[in-house]
């Protein structure tokens, strides 16, 4: 009886390993094509994971750091925030008459894109502050997890949170499986990324890092509560995001993955530090599947996720692997 | 040959089974007495990793805040961090000729401790601006991990990171053998403390949340530097803790340890989650092995970590478990 059940085990423990051999046997980052882009990828990881390689990282120290808008999911034809600000001026109009005749809220309203263009930064924060804040976070978590439910992308007709892209979504879980810790550092607001960034990247709101907006600590009805209030915080975005990395991570992150300008600084302070790095930029090449956008390489400027030409080049300069959508992706999406 | 190598298979499987076995047959927390104290502590993490039990919790959302100063070392006879300040203020006094006849850094050269008390709060931000900003961080980050191996703490004549409570230590590892994400949410500068929370604690930087004072990016000689500015940025203690868990983390915690009324908010913030928690509170009442202070039971008041009644009552009343050193714990610091 013990032989059998020793021998049991012994059958289950070959079974454990077949399996094993067979994932690792499969071909890693199925929606790549095969390439330099790729190779860049995969020659990084075994650099930085193989016991006794001159490149070698302890765990502890792999941190990656993924911008959000434009580099795991689209940001066009506006930032998905935007288009859930919009939705909820929208919604709370009602309540506010005096928008019909204020900007920027005016043009929400009336769906004038030319005087929403017009209306600016200024005119965005304002309508972020419009939306974004006045209530708990609780509250808040629970109007966005609602909304992501149910809007719809104009173009694709998917929920937001389905058109993350496939080859990043198998380049996140690529390097967990190496022992990777992956982050978000992005410049949409954070409160904004954390309902959804577990179920759709498998990254955990304490590894999601972004813009804030104040909070007010209050005790209601004997229940302590954080409010939300209409004041910004901090901007992670350009500079904003080493200081970001700095004071919500701690470490600098030895891989990055950014699309857009605003992604320059980052990629810049990972590159600065010493040993092997791999910085890689999403480049918006694909009018087909997806989007084209520049002003780099002659394609149109627009408004969400710009990568001037400067950037190209000063990717080219440094180092820095810029992934042709176009080209290097077999499928943008996942099917599913 | 087949046979026999399953057969290895199986014994070395069996021999894993017997060392796990004897692992979890230890007796968890050794340096703890047992009493309710401990109790509530192997109940509380028994109820909510137990798959089926009505309490149990997803192990992605088994996170657990601790307070740093009072909670894991001491905070006496003053703050650590102040300690680093008042030496950093004589390191660098050839400096800055002014301060020999400027508050609060005069009180500080003249080791007057009436003088530095009378500076009160503002005194001591001052104090903290002086020795704490003007360079990049990773500039700070070295002169924090040469003090704390050069400096000695006044009673135990030992570095500060060998005084780290040894039952706090054990819960530490209790709590991640259970699968808790374990995290410093603390009122002392986040990068005073990540140079050493992993080595001391086994707590990554990045999750290590505190008081931040402002960064900015700047290019140096070509490369990126942040350098601290003499601007704070965040407190995080009282009503920040909450507010500092929210913006860091994301996340409720379903168990948060301190020892002060900066505390406070933390462990409401904690309890007003649904299911089960743990809050727990360390009393300094053994001036034998450490210090006692209150002034809650009628222990002296001290300005480094205050116990007031209030907090005394408060505990009681929410089921708050108050840990008594001289009781609960078999011994304060390790024996290495």
């Known amino acids: 009886m013990k032989?059998?059940?020793s021998n049991f085990l012994a059958i289950c423990l070959a079974m454990v390993f077949l399996?094993?051999?067979?994932?690792?046997?499969?071909?890693?980052?199925p929606s790549w094509n095969d390439g330099k882009t790729k190779q860049s990828i995969l020659v990084f990881v075994e650099k930085v994971t193989k016991p006794g390689s001159a490149d070698f990282v302890p765990a502890s120290e792999r941190i990656a750091t993924f911008d959000n808008d434009g580099t795991l999911w689209p940001s066009h034809p506006m930032y998905t925030q935007l288009a859930f600000a919009l939705d909820r001026i929208k919604a709370?109009?009602?309540k506010h008459p005096e928008w019909k005749t204020t900007q920027p809220f005016k043009a929400v309203l009336d769906n004038d894109l030319k005087a929403l263009a017009a209306a600016g930064e200024k005119g965005l924060v304002e309508l972020i502050m419009g939306s974004h804040a006045?209530?708990?976070t609780a509250e808040f978590e629970a109007i966005v997890t609602d909304w992501l439910d149910k809007a719809r992308h104009p173009r694709f007709k998917r929920?937001?949170?389905e058109l993350a892209y496939q080859p990043m979504l198998e380049l996140l879980a690529y390097l967990r499986a190496h022992d990777f810790k992956t982050f978000i550092v992005s410049g949409g607001g954070v409160e904004f990324m954390r309902p959804m960034t577990e179920k759709v990247y498998g990254i955990p709101p304490e590894q999601v890092v972004g813009s804030t907006i104040e909070t007010k600590y209050e005790v209601k009805d004997g229940k302590p509560v954080l409010m939300r209030l209409a004041k910004i915080d901090f901007i992670d975005d350009k500079a904003g995001k080493p200081v970001g990395i700095n004071k919500?991570?701690?470490?600098?992150?030895?891989?990055a993955f950014g699309n857009s300008a605003g992604d320059r600084e980052m990629l810049g302070w990972t590159g600065a530090g010493s040993g092997a790095r791999l910085m890689m930029l999403v480049f918006h090449d694909d009018a087909e599947r997806e989007y084209a956008y520049g002003p780099a390489n002659g394609l149109p400027d627009t408004k969400f996720g710009t990568f001037p030409q400067s950037l190209m080049n000063e990717a080219k300069q440094k180092g820095w692997v810029v992934i042709s959508m176009k080209n290097d992706w077999k499928s943008i999406f996942s099917d599913k």
Chains 1, 2 share one sequence.
Do not use: K
Request: hydrophobic share 50%; proline share 10%; charged share 15%.
């Open 92 to 94: 709370l109009a009602p």
């Open 134 to 136: 006045g209530m708990s």
């Open 248 to 255: 919500f991570i701690g470490r600098r992150p030895i891989a």
């Open 159 to 161: 929920r937001y949170t």
């Open 3 to 5: 032989r059998t059940f």
């Open 19 to 29: 399996v094993v051999a067979a994932a690792q046997a499969a071909e890693p980052l």
